[in-house]
C-alpha cells in the first residue's frame, strides 16, 4: 500500500512494511498485490471549556520543558528550515523539550529561507509557542483538547494468496485513526511537564479478523459495540522534570534512536510504545542520552521447554502465564527484561553529528543501580550468565550524519554485539564464534516545491543472521507484548 500525506509547509510520509527500503513520497510494501486506500476523514477540533478567568489570565503555555512525541511534525519542519539553511538535522534521540527546539532554530534567519522554508517556520514557531486554553492555580496548569476522526474505508486489492483472509474494507491497524483522542496537558512551574492521551480506537483483532464482526464492521473506525474496544490504552503517558540542559522522564510512549527512517540498529521504530526511564544532558555542541526500556520477558511453550531441559530444571511455569522455570534447589529466577542504552551525541561542526551508542539487554534478572550510571560501561560489568541462566548481551554502535549540501542528509550507522575472541571460543567449547554485525547507510532530502516539501529517500541496511539474537529470548534484541481481546473465540496474543 503506498500512503503519502502532504500538507503545506510540511512533509511527505509514507508507511509500508519490509524491503525494499526506499522511498519517494512513501513506499511499496514488496507485496505482490497493490491496494489502494481512500480515506474520508474528518477532523474536528474541541476546546473543553475553562473558567472564564483563566482564558484571561494564564495563557502561558506549558513552558520550555514541554516534551514533544517523536511523531510530531515539528521535528520535520525544524528540520526542513535548518536543511534550507545548510545546518545540520536535530539531534538524533527524538524526545525533545520545546526549550531545546527553540535553541535549534535560534541560527535560521527567516528572511533569507523560501517561500515554503518560511511557512515551515512560522509553522514550527506557532507549535513552540502553543498558547492552550489552560487553567492555572497555584503555578499549576492543564490543558484539555478532544481531536475526533471519522473515517470511512476502500481497500481495493489482487485477491490474496490462498489461505489469506481478504474482505474489501479490510485496512491495517496502523492505518487505522483513533474515533477521538483527549490529550490530557499538565505543568508545574517551568520544571514539570507531563501528558496521558485517551483514545477511542478498534483493537487489532477486530481489524485482523472482519469475521468477528458484525456485517461491514470494519469499513469504518467506529467500533461496533464494546467488545472491539481496545483497552490496552494509554498507549502515551508521561511525566518530565528538568529544563533545557537537564531532563529526567518516565513514562510510555514511541521513541527514536538515530537518524535513519525506516528503524536503528539499537531499537526498534515497530512498537507503537515503549515503557521507559529515560535522562537527557547536555547543550548545543554535546548531548548525552540514558534510556531504560522495560520489555515483556514473555516465551514460547517451546522455548520453555527448550531452556529448562539445556539447564536441567523443571518445566513448569508455577502458574504464571510468562514463561517462568523453577531452578533446582526450590529457587526462582527474575523474569524481568530490560533494554538498557547509552548515547553520547557530538555535533562538532554546524553539518555534522556523531553519536556513539552502547547498550546492554539483561534479562532473567532484574537491573541494578549500576546501569543508571551514565558514564559505566555497561560492557564491562559482564553480566553473561547467572546460576545457570544467561542473564546479559552487549551492543555497541557508532552514528555518523553529514550534511554535504543545503537540504540534502547522508547518514549511517553500525552496530554490533558480538565478537569473536579466544575466550568466548574457550567458554562456548568451540571454534565457530560468529561475528554479529549490521551496518545502515542512507541519503534522505527535504527539497522545497510548490509551497512544500519534497523528501526523496534511500536507504540500505545490511545484517547478518546472528545480529540480535542471542543464547536467550530474554537476552535477545527483540520484543514481545501479550495482547488481550475481549472479541468472541479469541486468545491472548503475543505480537513480536
Not at 527546539?101 to 511557512?119: H, I, K, Q, T
Request: glycine share 10%; no cysteine.
Amino acid at each position: 500500500m503506498i500512503k503519502g500525506v502532504y500538507r503545506k509547509a510540511s512533509m511527505w510520509q509514507g508507511a509500508a512494511e519490509g524491503p525494499p527500503r526506499w522511498g519517494v513520497r512513501g513506499r511499496p510494501t514488496g507485496k505482490r498485490r497493490t491496494t489502494r486506500m481512500w480515506r474520508v476523514v474528518l477532523f474536528l477540533l474541541v476546546l473543553l471549556p475553562v473558567p472564564a478567568h483563566a482564558e484571561a489570565e494564564a495563557r502561558s503555555g506549558m513552558g520550555g520543558v514541554r516534551v514533544f512525541p517523536v511523531d510530531h511534525e515539528v521535528y520535520e519542519l525544524v528540520a526542513a528550515v535548518r536543511g534550507e539553511a545548510g545546518l545540520s538535522e536535530p539531534w538524533g534521540s527524538r524526545r525533545l523539550t520545546a526549550g531545546v527546539l527553540e535553541r535549534l532554530l535560534e541560527p535560521v534567519d527567516r528572511n533569507v529561507l523560501s517561500p515554503a522554508g518560511r511557512a515551515a517556520y512560522d509553522e514550527a514557531r506557532a507549535h513552540l509557542d502553543e498558547q492552550p486554553l489552560v487553567h492555572d492555580a497555584l503555578d499549576f496548569r492543564f490543558a484539555v483538547e478532544t481531536e475526533v476522526a471519522l473515517e470511512a474505508y476502500l481497500n481495493l486489492a489482487d485477491p490474496p494468496e490462498e489461505g489469506e483472509p481478504y474482505e474489501w474494507g479490510q485496512v491495517d491497524y496502523g492505518d487505522r485513526s483513533p474515533v477521538f483522542s483527549i490529550p490530557l496537558e499538565a505543568a508545574f512551574g517551568d520544571w514539570v511537564y507531563g501528558r496521558a492521551d485517551a483514545v477511542l480506537r478498534e483493537e487489532r483483532l477486530a481489524v485482523s479478523r472482519p469475521d468477528l464482526l458484525p456485517a461491514g464492521g470494519y469499513r469504518t473506525n467506529v467500533p461496533v459495540g464494546v467488545p472491539p474496544i481496545d483497552f490496552h490504552f494509554p498507549f502515551r503517558a508521561f511525566v518530565a522534570g528538568g529544563g533545557e540542559n537537564a531532563l529526567l522522564e518516565v513514562g510510555r510512549d514511541q521513541l527514536r534512536w538515530g537518524p535513519a527512517e525506516t528503524t536503528s540498529l539499537a531499537l526498534s521504530k515497530q512498537p507503537d510504545y515503549y515503557d521507559f526511564l529515560r535522562l537527557e544532558l547536555g547543550g548545543e555542541v554535546f548531548r548525552y542520552t540514558g534510556l531504560m526500556v522495560s520489555l515483556e520477558p514473555r516465551l514460547t511453550s517451546e522455548e520453555r521447554e527448550r531452556h529448562a531441559a539445556e539447564l536441567d530444571i523443571s518445566g513448569s511455569d508455577g502458574g504464571h502465564d510468562n514463561g517462568t522455570v523453577e531452578v533446582s534447589g526450590g529457587e526462582l529466577p527474575d523474569y524481568a527484561k530490560t533494554l538498557v542504552l547509552h548515547r553520547f551525541e557530538l555535533a562538532p561542526t554546524d553539518r555534522i553529528r556523531v553519536a556513539v551508542n552502547e547498550g546492554l539487554m539483561f534479562g532473567n534478572r532484574s537491573p541494578d543501580l549500576r546501569m543508571a550510571n551514565p558514564f559505566l560501561i555497561l560492557h564491562n560489568l559482564f553480566e553473561w550468565r547467572d546460576r545457570g541462566l544467561w542473564t546479559g548481551a552487549a551492543f555497541a554502535g557508532l552514528e555518523l550524519s553529514v550534511m554535504p549540501v543545503r537540504n540534502w542528509t547522508v547518514y549511517g550507522e553500525f552496530g554490533m554485539n558480538q565478537l569473536d575472541t579466544a575466550f568466548k571460543r574457550e567458554a562456548y567449547d568451540t571454534d565457530d564464534v560468529p561475528d554479529a554485525f549490521a551496518a545502515l547507510a542512507g541519503v534522505r532530502g527535504r527539497v522545497p516545491w510548490r509551497g512544500g516539501y519534497f523528501k526523496p529517500w534511500l536507504e540500505l541496511v545490511q545484517s547478518n543472521p546472528w545480529f540480535g539474537v542471542r543464547e536467550h529470548p530474554r537476552t535477545s534484541f527483540h520484543w514481545r507484548r501479550r495482547y488481550v481481546s475481549n472479541m468472541a473465540e479469541t486468545q491472548r496474543l503475543v505480537t513480536e
